[in-house]
């Protein structure tokens, strides 16, 4: 049963600090998305790659987070440096043309 | 800009009562797709229906309907006969190419209560 795997599943951390989270899209799906949680603004899209290649990052705050695809099974997303304000749960989901989009299980980031 | 309106935050009912959740959506598309997601307390998407927008049919999966009607901009969600299982939040979203090729724009969720 194909799924999308995100690692870690929950991350604290303190302010500062770098993080790091991983998505292992499905085989095959050409395109990964980036959302994150929160109770203010419940679901947001952060960024979304196209055959690796970034297609919008609009909504992800540029001064601190990237993503990137280093290669067609790895998708990461990092804070650096992380602030209270990132506690969040990010979802990685991937998808193809006309298709619907396939969602993680989400990684639970605390910033203390 | 796209835009999804769940204006219910909360909503409690006893089980077996039947419940709707309500979801208007605004798009200048002349075709989008339509979702909605369940998110139990356990903390993942569940996805349980997509629709076009060029089918405005509605749609009946064993105690779960969905009403879409264009003329009013909604996709409403009915459980039927609730259960204690149904609590969760539910998300209702749009895109503009079936969310697989484009991003999804999310309603800010109905929590549902369903109290035995």
């Known amino acids: 049963d194909a799924r999308v795997t995100q690692t870690p599943r929950h991350k604290v951390t303190e302010m500062g600090q770098e993080v790091t989270m991983r998505c292992q899209p499905i085989?095959?799906?050409?395109?990964v998305f980036w959302y994150r949680q929160t109770m203010m603004q419940g679901l947001e899209l952060l960024a979304y790659?196209?055959?690796?290649?970034?297609?919008?990052d609009s909504g992800m705050p540029k001064d601190r987070f990237s993503a990137e695809m280093p290669d067609a099974t790895l998708a990461t997303l990092k804070i650096q440096p992380s602030e209270p304000r990132d506690s969040a749960v990010y979802f990685c989901?991937?998808?193809?043309?006309?298709?619907?989009?396939?969602f993680g299980q989400g990684t639970r980031l605390t910033v203390v | 800009a796209q835009k999804v309106t769940q204006a219910q935050t909360e909503i409690s009912v006893v089980e077996k009562e039947d419940v709707t959740l309500d979801c208007v959506y605004e798009?200048?598309?002349?075709?989008?797709?339509l979702f909605w997601y369940k998110q139990p307390p356990s903390g993942e998407l569940v996805f349980l229906i997509r629709?076009?927008?060029?089918?405005?049919q509605n749609e009946i999966s064993g105690r779960y309907s969905w009403n879409f009607q264009k003329s009013t901009s909604s996709f409403n969600f009915t459980i039927t006969a609730s259960q204690v299982v149904d609590s969760a939040v539910y998300f209702c979203?749009?895109?503009?190419?079936?969310?697989?090729?484009?991003?999804?724009?999310f309603g800010k969720g109905t929590h549902l209560i369903i109290q035995p």
């Open positions: 798009t200048r598309d002349t075709t989008y797709y």
């Open positions: 979203a749009l895109s503009s190419y079936g969310g697989g090729a484009d991003g999804l724009t």
């Open positions: 629709r076009n927008s060029f089918d405005e």
């Open positions: 790659f196209r055959n690796r290649a970034p297609l919008d």
């Open positions: 989901a991937s998808g193809l043309s006309e298709d619907r989009a396939f």
């Open positions: 085989l095959g799906h050409n395109t």
